[in-house]
């Protein structure tokens, strides 16, 4: 199977940057797209940004020209760096991966990672 780790999460103060990593472990073949979703509490999850495997990007409205997707298809790696963030940008953020090919050539659905806390405060 594939597994999806996240690191990088941790408080930041308002106007400060983080950066996330997604590291897809497995025997893999190829991943499709991989992205960035993120849940505050008390509310559902949404996008926050989207990578293809040729490097088209998509990001939601609340975060654009802050933050940037990127991909690293060699190590199966996708980061978030995070600029400006605010206060509302405070949430769980999840990494996803679709289209995951294994070795074996099995396809597999989405994949998700377990979740990174992204605290803004001052």
């Known amino acids: 199977q594939v597994q999806l780790v996240e690191s990088g999460g941790g408080l930041v103060q308002p106007g400060g940057s983080l950066r996330l990593s997604c590291a897809a472990s497995?025997?893999?073949?190829?991943?499709?797209?991989m992205g960035w979703y993120r849940q505050a509490s008390g509310k559902e999850r949404e996008l926050v940004a989207v990578?293809?495997?040729?490097?088209?990007?998509n990001y939601a409205d609340s975060v654009k020209g802050r933050f940037t997707i990127s991909r690293d298809s060699a190590k199966n790696t996708v980061y978030l760096q995070m600029n400006s963030v605010r206060l509302e940008d405070t949430a769980v953020y999840y990494c996803?991966?679709?289209?995951?090919?294994?070795?074996?050539?099995?396809?597999?659905?989405?994949?998700w990672g377990q979740g990174t806390q992204v605290t803004v405060s001052s």
């Open positions: 990578i293809s495997s040729i490097g088209l990007t």
């Open positions: 497995g025997s893999i073949f190829s991943i499709d797209a």
């Open positions: 996803n991966a679709k289209g995951v090919v294994l070795a074996s050539m099995r396809a597999l659905g989405v994949t």
